[in-house]
């Protein structure tokens, strides 16, 4: 595979960039990878395993001379991230980003990009519940899929170079408008995600009462609930307060289904229940056949487990 960059540089080093290290190494495709994390604590572990050919202790010696720089920090840190590297961002250089949500990195980082450096940004649709450094492995983006998402003035060029350079890395690539991603995520990602941290409130409210009944007696249902509820706190608080619109229209849509849920039940109507279920169902099917999970036991997940 050709080296489409010589120097990448990471700001943050937790999953998505551990993961990317390790990806980038298995393709061939860096001379050098250097990175940066605000954590003393992080910076010695991603030392300590070799993460990155070279750890800086600031986000600017990072970045400097870096031919693709990517921000892998919570999505509200960017604007702070992007107002302090830009100035060192050589012309030429990708400026990219992991973010969930699209159009406030868009708007929050975009003022502070020097003319001459492409901006891109960009989120792979992968991840597990785990964090940091250690956390990260090659297959992470196998076969899943990372939005491109360029904004009005991306150079194409640049634009088919970071896509080449997600491809490498075992992704399958999509080019989305930022509005209509954060559309798309608040349904498949971050709606679920506030779900699940609901009912793993709710049951830790119950297990109070019933003396961790519901924690010796969890059913499969409730273990992926909890799965996805230990995910990363920090970066799911500035998610929902960057992605409002989307994630309130989603959940108003979801209100109105548990009301008719909750009629259906109350009346006792049962053929509604089934053509729900029947219908929900087949979406499951739609996302085992696009190659996004498979019918495996255990959730088709071992040891790592990609969401």
């Known amino acids: 595979m050709t080296q489409i960059y010589k120097r990448v540089a990471f700001i943050g080093l937790g999953l998505i960039a551990s993961s990317m290290c390790h990806a980038m190494r298995r393709a061939g495709m860096a001379s050098e990878i250097v990175g940066y994390t605000r ?3 992080t910076r010695d572990i991603a030392r300590e395993i070799g993460l990155c050919d070279q750890v800086c202790d600031s986000a600017v010696e990072a970045a400097q001379d ?25 012309p030429g250089a990708t400026l990219s980003d992991v973010g969930s949500v699209k159009r406030t990195v868009i708007d929050a980082v975009g003022p502070y990009v020097p003319e001459g450096v492409h901006f891109i940004p960009a989120h792979p649709l992968a991840g597990t519940e785990h964090s940091g450094p250690r956390s990260g492995f090659a297959e992470l983006f196998d076969n899943r899929y990372t939005a491109i998402v360029p904004v009005d003035e991306s150079d194409q ?3 088919a170079e970071l896509t080449m350079f997600w491809q490498s890395l075992g992704a399958l690539t999509e080019t989305m408008d930022p509005d ?3 559309l798309v995520l608040a349904v498949t990602s971050h709606a679920p995600h ?23 007696y969890s ?9 996805i509820a230990a995910s990363d706190p920090v970066m799911w608080r500035d998610v929902f307060l960057n992605n409002k619109e989307a994630t309130l229209e989603i959940l108003g849509r979801f209100t109105e289904e548990l009301f008719a849920l909750q009629r259906a039940i109350r009346q006792g109507d049962g053929d509604h229940l089934h053509d729900y279920f029947t219908r929900t169902r087949s979406i499951r099917r739609g996302i085992i056949e ?4 498979t019918d495996a036991p255990d959730f088709g997940r071992v040891k790592a487990r990609q969401e």
């Open 219 to 227: 059913a499969t249902g409730f273990r992926d609930f909890t799965r």
């Open 290 to 293: 696009a190659g996004q999970d």
């Open 39 to 41: 954590s003393k604590e």
């Open 180 to 182: 209509h991603h954060d």
């Open 66 to 90: 870096a031919d693709l720089v990517v921000l892998c920090v919570p999505v509200g840190a960017m604007e702070a991230v992007a107002k302090e590297i830009g100035p060192v961002l050589k």
């Open 157 to 159: 060029q640049a634009v």
């Open 194 to 216: 506030l779900i699940a941290y609901t009912m793993v409130g709710v049951a830790d409210d119950l297990r109070r009462v019933t003396d961790s009944e519901v924690i010796k």
